[in-house]
């Protein structure tokens, strides 16, 4: 099963030509390859629901991110994003908690990821607590070997300080300064368009399901 290389292709050229002209001329490539991109996700979506039962239900329109993106407050002012995102969890790509990410973008710009992004601050706040309160389950989840090969260490996002109301003392602090709490991997093009691509997709993110799951008791609480 492999993404077709013509997604990668549409986003290269959208890439070098992220104007609306362009894009309106080329609406039909682009409805193309986001159908493909669905068709893959759906697919995905069904892996991951063997070893993840709360994604079981979901569509992979539901998981999917917009093409277009919001020029109110940015500098950038393309109208397009260049690569198809689609964020698998419960609740798909709106959800508060941990889920599996699936970023595509040509140029050796693609990444698949785990775990919870910029959590607003209550929720943040009990992510931290459970780590708090069970920093030994957590320590073995992220600093296991095939975790450590896969994805290395948490993404490098921390407060200089202990975060109020936490500890300054407590000896696992450092686990308790990241803002977020995600796990990622970069992945080149020639990966995608291996064969094996969807194989290995669904090997990685099954190795990311027990961070999903630590962080997402802390919310269901």
């Not at 990444?111 to 929720?123: K, R, T």
């Not at 407060?159 to 109020?164: E, F, I, Q, T, V």
Request: net charge neutral; aromatic share 14%.
């Amino acid at each position: 099963m492999k993404l077709d290389k013509s997604v990668l292709e549409f986003l290269s050229d959208l890439e070098a030509n992220n104007n609306r002209e362009w894009f309106n001329e080329n609406k039909k490539r682009y409805e193309q390859a986001r159908d493909k991109f669905i068709d893959f996700t759906e697919n995905v979506i069904n892996g991951i629901s063997i070893f993840d039962n709360s994604v079981k239900n979901l569509s992979a329109k539901d998981t999917l991110f917009r093409i277009y993106r919001d020029v109110r407050f940015g500098k950038d002012k393309s109208p397009y994003k260049t690569h198809f995102g689609a964020y698998i969890s419960k609740g798909g790509r709106k959800s508060i908690y941990g889920g599996y990410y699936l970023h595509i973008q040509p140029g050796g710009e693609s990444l698949i990821a785990g775990g919870i992004h910029c959590p607003e601050s209550s929720n943040l706040k009990k992510l931290r607590t459970e780590i708090m309160y069970r920093p030994e389950i957590f320590k073995k989840i992220i600093y296991s070997k095939e975790i450590v090969d896969t994805f290395g260490e948490l993404y490098e996002d921390k407060l200089k300080s202990a975060p109020r109301g936490f500890d300054k003392n407590f000896e696992d602090i450092e686990l308790l300064k990241y803002k977020e709490y995600t796990l990622l991997k970069k992945i080149e093009d020639k990966e995608i368009l291996n064969a094996d691509f969807y194989k290995n997709l669904i090997s990685d993110f099954k190795k990311l399901e027990p961070l999903n799951s630590f962080l997402n008791d802390a919310l269901f609480e």
